[in-house]
Structure formats: C-alpha cells, structure tokens
C-alpha cells in the first residue's frame, strides 16, 4: 500500500502569523481518491533543518507533498534544500525557463528566473495560476505556498503521475463508548483486540464527559466485513468486563 506524507514549511506558521490551511486540505484531496495521509511536518524556514529533513523522507518509498519556500526570496531556501539533501547540484531547468519566460517575457530576467534554478534531475509540475511551475523530485512534489497555486497543483500530481493509485485507505470504521471506564481495566482486552485483528487500526480516545464521568472511545477502521467482526468481539468483551457501551457516530 501506497502512503503519504506533507511537508509544510514557513516561520509564519509557527509563529501563528498565519494559519496553515494545506494539511486539511491535503486530508480532503487525498479523502477524495480513497487515500489517507500517514504523516505531516510542519519546520521553519531554517534550511540546515529543511535539508535534514529531505534528506529522511527522501530516503523513503512515501509519496509526498512539500508546500512552501520554491520562490526567489532570501526566506525561500527549498529548492536549493531539495538539492542539496538529495546530492545533486541546482541547475537551470530548461523547461521551467519556457514556462517562466511565456509568462513574464523580458520581465523574466534577472530574478525570476532564479525560480527555474531546481534540483538536477526534477521534472516541473505545471502552475495554471501564474505559470512558476513546482518540482518533482523522484517521489517528492514541492508546491508554492500560496493555496491557491498550490492545490490545482497537487491534484495534477495524483492525477497524471499516480492516476492508478486509488480507493487504499480502510473502507469503513466503527465506534463505541465505554461508559463509566478508564482505559487501565481495559488495557489487557486492547491488547488482546490487537494481537487477534492485525488487519484493521484500533484507537483509544479517552474522554471526560459531563459531571466528570470517565468514558472511553474505541474506534475500529479497515475492510468492513472484517470491522464488523472486529466490532462485534470488542462489544461482547467491553460487556463480559461489566461495562455499558453505546454506539458512537464516526464522520
């Protein structure tokens, strides 16, 4: 199975400057497809740090999306972070010149053509917005910042480099609250829900509800004649200890 992952990059994030708004977003795309998103970052504009993290991900088989710092600005270090965590020099890409030079022409030069300066060996994702394209960089996408540029950008990536990927994340799920519990009584029957369903992912959210009383969630995702059986044992058992369940409504 196939998964992904975001980047996200930008001190005006961390900060809270500005609110990210690419990981929902990035959920709903992929939600789209039948696809789930494994895991996100999101790092300042701190390029020893940016390389360091390219150079793990890039290591890996993951899919994955990386938003922010592609412009020519001394804060944009990601092209050059790209290339220095994959060990390839940054090279004038012939194909984001044409792109770049058709939409500023003579205004082109001498700086915003630095934004065709990318890692050797990138192919260039194309920008319906304003025509700076993005990068591909074996299984890694770099994508603008701004939503606007970057969203039509990331749909083109899944569907035209990876149109055959679809429909992998779990088909259904289920859940119950355990009324009146903490999860320490039910600690050993988890343990024993993991071990007999490895097929399917079990969470445990642990709530304090009105007037204190303590309840927690057990939430079962996976193929859906299997969360049915799944589901079924995990009710059977919550009873078998003492404990009130109700169904509980999954979005």
């Known amino acids: 199975m196939t998964s992904f992952g ?21 959920i709903a795309t992929l939600a789209q497809r039948g ?23 890039l290591a890996g088989d ?19 972070c790209a290339a220095e965590a994959a060990g390839v020099p940054l090279v004038r890409h012939p194909g984001a010149v ?14 915003r053509i630095l934004m065709a300066d990318l890692a050797q060996g990138s192919r260039i994702i194309p920008n319906p917005y304003n025509r700076v ?12 910042g701004f939503p606007q540029m970057a969203w039509p950008m990331m749909d083109w990536v899944l569907d035209t480099l990876y149109p055959g990927i679809r429909d992998q994340a779990p088909e259904t799920e289920a859940a119950i609250t355990v009324h009146d519990a903490m999860e320490s ?38 193929p859906r004649p299997l969360v049915t ?12 200890l003492g404990f009130r369940w109700t169904e509980t409504e999954t979005v």
């Not at 001190?11 to 809270?16: H, Q, R, T, V, W």
């Not at 059986?229 to 078998?240: C, D, G, I, P, R």
């Open 98 to 111: 044409a792109e770049i030079e058709a939409r500023f022409g003579a205004e082109a030069y001498p700086r």
């Open 133 to 144: 394209p993005g990068f591909s960089l074996g299984r890694h996408h770099f994508l603008p």
């Open 35 to 57: 696809l789930e998103l494994k895991w996100c970052r999101i790092i300042g504009d701190d390029p020893a740090l940016i390389v360091e993290t390219l150079r793990q991900t």
């Open 185 to 222: 009584p039910l600690l050993d029957l988890m343990n024993e829900f993991v071990q007999r369903y490895p097929d399917v992912r079990f969470s445990s959210l642990p709530h304090l509800g009105e007037e204190g009383e303590r309840k927690v969630e057990f939430g079962v995702r996976g």
């Open 229 to 240: 059986e799944a589901m079924n044992y995990l009710k059977a058992e919550v009873e078998k």
């Open 62 to 80: 993951d899919i994955v999306f990386c938003f922010g710092g592609i412009g020519a600005t001394p804060d944009d270090h990601t092209r050059q």
């Open 6 to 26: 975001a980047i996200i990059i930008g001190d005006e994030i961390l900060s809270g400057k500005r609110p990210d708004r690419h990981f929902p977003r990035v």
